[in-house]
C-alpha cells in the first residue's frame, strides 16, 4: 500500500459519512441541524524511528510521559497524520461574536472529534484488510489526557497534557507549525482538528517545509487579542489554567459540549498557512 492509495480509500469514506454532519436528534438547534463539520483531511507521513519522537519525552517538550510510535506499536514502520479543516460555516459562525462560542463550534469541537475517532478506524481497518497492523492512540486503553493537575503512576503530578500529544505528532510527520496560542498552522490553517495512526506498513515520509517550530506563526497577535479569557500573551504564548477557567462553565452550561476556538477564527492563519518559512 501506497499514500496515494490510502488516500483516494479515505476520499472514498469521507465522501457524505454521517459521522461529518450534524444529526438532527442531537443537534442544539435547529440551525446546526445536518452542518457539514469538516472539509477534506490533509495528511502526512512520518517515520516511527524519527528522533524528534524520541524528543518529545524532554521534560521541556511533552514530558517523559511521552509514549514513543514503537511503545504503541511493537514493530511500527510509519505514523500517518492527519488534520481536518472546519468548514467555512463553522469557521465563520464562530468569528460573527468574539465574544460567546457558536453552537456551531460546540459541535465541531465534540461531534467533530467523534469523527476524527472514526477516521482512524477506518485507516487503521484499511490497512489492516491489507494485511498491516495499526493502531490509533488516542482510541487506545493505555490513552490518557489530563487538564487539572493529576497524580499519573510513575509521573507523579502532571497538567494539561497527554502521552500521545497529536500536534506535536503533526509537526514531527509535517503538517505545520505552532502558533502563538499554541495551535498547529497547516496549509488549510489552524482551525481544525488531528488525528493520527501508527502502523507497521512502510510509507514515504513527508518532507517538512519548516525548521522551527514556530515558523509558520507571524507574531501578529490577533489570536491574543481575540481570546475571551486574555489567556493569550505575546511572551508566554497560551496560559492552560487560565483558557480552563473560562472553559468550565462552558461545560457546565453545555455538557459534554464546550470549546471557544476564538483564537483560531478571524486571523490571518484560521484557513492557511500566512508565514510559509521553507528550508
Known amino acids: 500500500m501506497n499514500h496515494e492509495s490510502l488516500i483516494t480509500a479515505v476520499s472514498g469514506f469521507f465522501q457524505n459519512h454521517p459521522g461529518n454532519f450534524v444529526d438532527d436528534a442531537i443537534a442544539l438547534s435547529p440551525e446546526v441541524a445536518g452542518m457539514r463539520i469538516y472539509d477534506p483531511p490533509l495528511f502526512a507521513f512520518g517515520a516511527a524511528d524519527d528522533p524528534l519522537f524520541a524528543d518529545l519525552g524532554r521534560q521541556d517538550a511533552v514530558g517523559p510521559h511521552f509514549m514513543k510510535p514503537s511503545q504503541w506499536l511493537q514493530g511500527a514502520v510509519s505514523v500517518i497524520s492527519f488534520f481536518l479543516p472546519f468548514t467555512e460555516h463553522v469557521r465563520r459562525h464562530n468569528a460573527a461574536d468574539l465574544g460567546a462560542v457558536s453552537l456551531e463550534w460546540l459541535h465541531a469541537r465534540i461531534e467533530g472529534q467523534a469523527f476524527v475517532k472514526e477516521l482512524c478506524a477506518f485507516l487503521c481497518d484499511t490497512l489492516q484488510k491489507d494485511g498491516y497492523r495499526a493502531v490509533t492512540p488516542c482510541d487506545d486503553p493505555r490513552f490518557w489526557s ?3 493537575e493529576t497524580e499519573v503512576e510513575d509521573f507523579g503530578l502532571v497538567s494539561y497534557t497527554s502521552n500521545w500529544s497529536e500536534r506535536h505528532v503533526a509537526y514531527i510527520c509535517g503538517l ?5 496560542s499554541k495551535g498547529l498552522i497547516t496549509e488549510k490553517g ?8 501508527v502502523t507497521d506498513c512502510r510509507f514515504e515520509m513527508t518532507r517538512r517545509g519548516y525548521i522551527g517550530l514556530n515558523d509558520y506563526c507571524i507574531q501578529c497577535g490577533v489570536c ?5 479569557a486574555s489567556a493569550i500573551s505575546l511572551t508566554g504564548g497560551k496560559d492552560h489554567e487560565v483558557c480552563w477557567d473560562y472553559l468550565e462553565p462552558i461545560l457546565q452550561t453545555y455538557r459534554p459540549r464546550y470549546g471557544c476556538g476564538k483564537c483560531q477564527v478571524a486571523t490571518p492563519c484560521e484557513s492557511r498557512n500566512p508565514g510559509r518559512r521553507r528550508s
Request: some cysteine; glycine content about 14%.
Open 146 to 148: 489530563k487538564t487539572r
Open 176 to 180: 505545520g507549525t505552532f502558533c502563538l
Open 190 to 197: 489552524v482551525a481544525g482538528r488531528f488525528g493520527s495512526v
Open 224 to 228: 491574543m487579542r481575540n481570546c475571551p
